[in-house]
């Protein structure tokens, strides 16, 4: 192996939007600037939107780079096996001062087909929420194309959709093909295939600082949408000091641990790790390694690096591909 790797951090790709707000910089320590930040984007291969590594001696190369010289020492034996040298999830927080527009995503097969892209399954771990904030998320009963086309033409598509109360902490997983929406008032954590395939529905008439609405992508989506009532909140368990399974689907598995002491982790060397610290302080520690890391963290563990321990007093998504 030529190059020793160790936890790797990444400068954040930060993206304005017209939603955006401050609460990336006062809740995540994020350093933004603006006044209408929305995304930190933590972990990124899209193109356009590459990560670069931010700590140690590695400190400057992207994360493409790092996968073209060592494929196996980073994404796993398996992740390489299956996806080639290609980074295949995508990382964020979003912060939403005003609610996102009501969009949905296409599936794997759609998405090669357009875009030549993969699709966008995606999850949201609430981190924080003000007071009555709500997602919208698939439709409150069975629905069809004709019935959401006459919703949308009269504008009144919010009333046919599902309207959830959300808290941190909270969980939602949205399979490729549920309308969905960030409401106002919420950051979160998100993880999703790595794709930037967006189709927007409808942008509660919203213009930007040039008096412009925003493009609409109603034909794309009239084959994408999935019309059916869908469940997406996921309920799980929080026993200390242990990996709880939030999500496992084919893309990725996320744990949640409530770390209040130190944990052994033992990895397979088939996939990559990746940490994101929602609360508190740790530590991920092993011979001739120790680092400290605070909310608003995102760390790549590489797959090489098979034991290590978690110390500290934190809550940690923990995400992987199994």
Sequence with gaps: MSIKTYPLQ??????????????????LNKPITSKITGESWELSTVEGDVSVVSNGVLKGKSL????????????????????????????????????LSIQVHPNDQ???????????TEMWYVTQ??????????FKEDSSKTEYLKHLNDATLVSILDDVKAKAGDVFFLET???????????????????????????????DAQG??????????????NYNKVDTQKKYETKA?????????????TNFIPLQDKINVVKSGETFTVYMCIEGTFEIEYPEF?????????????????????????????????
Aim: glycine share 6%; with cysteine.
């Design 290 to 322: 120790k680092q400290t890391y605070i909310k608003g963290d995102t760390i790549l563990v590489p797959a090489e690096i098979n034991a290590f321990i978690l110390n500290g007093k934190a809550s940690i998504l923990e995400i992987y591909i199994s």
């Design 129 to 138: 929420a003000d007071p009555d904030a709500r997602i919208i998320v698939g």
């Design 177 to 207: 093909g549920t309308v969905h929406a960030i409401g106002a008032g919420l950051v979160v954590a998100e993880i999703q295939q790595t794709s930037d395939i967006t189709y927007r529905l409808y942008d509660f008439d919203r213009v």
């Design 212 to 225: 412009n609405k925003r493009e609409l992508h109603v034909d794309l989506a009239l084959d994408a949408i």
């Design 110 to 120: 759609l998405a090669k087909e357009r875009h030549n892209s993969f699709g966008k």
């Design 10 to 27: 990444f400068e954040p790709i930060l993206k304005d939007r017209i939603w955006g707000g401050e609460k990336l910089k006062t809740i």
């Design 64 to 99: 493409t780079e790092l996968i073209e010289e060592l494929p196996n020492e980073i994404l796993g034996t398996k992740v390489h096996e299956r996806f080639g040298k290609q980074f295949p999830l995508l990382f964020k927080y979003l912060d939403a001062r005003e609610d």
């Design 241 to 253: 000091n242990t990996s709880n399974v939030v999500v496992d689907c084919p893309y990725f598995t």
